[in-house]
Every structure is written in structure tokens, then in C-alpha cells.
T-cell receptor, first 116, second 114 residues
Framework: AQTVTQSQPEMSVQEAETVTLSCTYDTSESDYYLFWYKQPPSRQMILVIRQEAYKQQNATENRFSVNFQKAAKSFSLKISDSQLGDAAMYFCAYRSARGSQGNLIFGKGTKLSVKP | DTGVSQNPRHKITKRGQNVTFRCDPISEHNRLYWYRQTLGQGPEFLTYFQNEAQLEKSRLLSDRFSAERPKGSFSTLEIQRTEQGDSAMYLC????????????FGPGTRLLVL
């Protein structure tokens, strides 16, 4: 069974600085997708960024980028120029590329605080 | 595109009562998912539909839980004989067939069983 591990329950960053959130996963599959979702307090979960395992190039979305290391099964999220609105729970998630496996498998999350 | 909506947003019930939640997916999304999230944890998969067919159920979905999507549009999740351990946030998500790997989440229904 696949598992996702986020080893940092909480992280803190100064506004305008850069922070990296860690995620490791375990799978025997070669084709899959990885995601970072953001869940602000009392608000709904929002997709931040996604990565296809077959792509070597790391995904980027504005201030958000990932460091995808397939051999190491590592998928970290880098947030540049942190803003107060980035404060939230961040969840790393895995999804098999097999069509029959519909569900996302989530880590326990990292709570990010942004200091002004 | 109005996003995924869920009703009610909050529900307080007494142990032993039945509750039903509704999820309206993004229009034209033919996959719909239910997850449960307890405090301090990431969401855990419960079940998902493709159109009206329920394709997968987690072992977390006990006999007291039933989900339907009768016309392939909105879905309902019913919990019978609620227990205190059912207290959680119930999340719904939907996705497009062409980009089924990307799921869009609703705001959730927070259930408290007293």
C-alpha cells in the first residue's frame, strides 16, 4: 500500500523569505501523480501544484515550486517570497496513475505560519 | 464554474441519529469523491463515483455509511446510527474525466456527534 509522510508538523517563515516543506512517499508503482494542497483555517482545500511522475522537470506555479526526486521518493514544496496569505495547513498527496485507483492518499500535513 | 458545494456546512447530532450530507460537484465533472478528515490528520478516502456508478469503497466505509449519486450529478452520504467516532469533517471532491487525477474540493461538512 502507498503511504505519504510529512515529517514536519509545523513550520514557520518570515514574510518575504523562502521555506521548504518536506514530503516522502512509498510506492511500488512507476507511474503516479503527486500534489500539494493548501487548506487555510476554516476554508476549503485548494490545489497548489501537481507533478506527474513520468516528467523529470520539476513543476512550478508562480511562487511555488517542487523538488521531485523520484529515486529517493521525495517531493518537497518550496514557497518563495512568502506572504501572510500563505499561512495554512499544507498536505502532500499521492495518486496512482491506474484509472481504477481514484483516491488521493494524503500525509498528515504541515502547519505553516508566516511572521510579518 | 461555481466550484464544489456541500450542505450543510455544520451538523450537530445526538448519538444514534441518522444524518445525510449533500455534495454538488463542479458541473460536467463526472467523478465525485468522499473523504473524511479528523482533527490533525489528512483526509482519508471513503468512496468515489464515476457518473452514477460507485467504483470504489474504502474499508473505512462501514455498513452504517451509504453513498449515492442517483443521476450522476449530486451525491449524498448518509450515516446511520451515528457514533461519537463519526465526528469529523466530511469532504467532497470532483474531477474531470480528461484530468481525473486533479480533484477539486468543497468546503466540507463538519459533523459533531454528542
Amino acid at each position: 500500500a502507498q503511504t505519504v509522510t510529512q515529517s514536519q508538523p509545523e513550520m514557520s517563515v518570515q514574510e518575504a523569505e523562502t521555506v521548504t516543506l518536506s514530503c516522502t512517499y512509498d510506492t511500488s508503482e512507476s507511474d503516479y501523480y503527486l500534489f500539494w494542497y493548501k487548506q487555510p483555517p476554516s476554508r476549503q482545500m485548494i490545489l497548489v501544484i501537481r507533478q506527474e511522475a513520468y516528467k523529470q522537470q520539476n513543476a512550478t506555479e508562480n511562487r511555488f515550486s517542487v523538488n521531485f526526486q523520484k529515486a529517493a521518493k521525495s517531493f518537497s514544496l518550496k514557497i518563495s517570497d512568502s506572504q501572510l496569505g500563505d499561512a495554512a495547513m499544507y498536505f502532500c498527496a499521492y495518486r496512482s496513475a491506474r484509472g481504477s485507483q481514484g483516491n488521493l492518499i494524503f500525509g498528515k500535513g504541515t502547519k505553516l505560519s508566516v511572521k510579518p | 464554474d461555481t466550484g464544489v458545494s456541500q450542505n450543510p456546512r455544520h451538523k450537530i447530532t445526538k448519538r444514534g441519529q441518522n444524518v445525510t450530507f449533500r455534495c454538488d460537484p463542479i458541473s460536467e465533472h463526472n467523478r465525485l469523491y468522499w473523504y473524511r478528515q479528523t482533527l490533525g490528520q489528512g483526509p482519508e478516502f471513503l468512496t468515489y463515483f464515476q457518473n452514477e456508478a460507485q467504483l470504489e469503497k474504502s474499508r473505512l466505509l462501514s455498513d452504517r455509511f451509504s453513498a449515492e449519486r442517483p443521476k450522476g450529478s449530486f451525491s449524498t452520504l448518509e450515516i446511520q446510527r451515528t457514533e461519537q467516532g463519526d465526528s469529523a469533517m466530511y469532504l467532497c471532491a470532483s474531477s474531470l474525466v480528461s484530468r481525473e487525477e486533479t480533484q477539486y474540493f468543497g468546503p466540507g461538512t463538519r459533523l459533531l456527534v454528542l
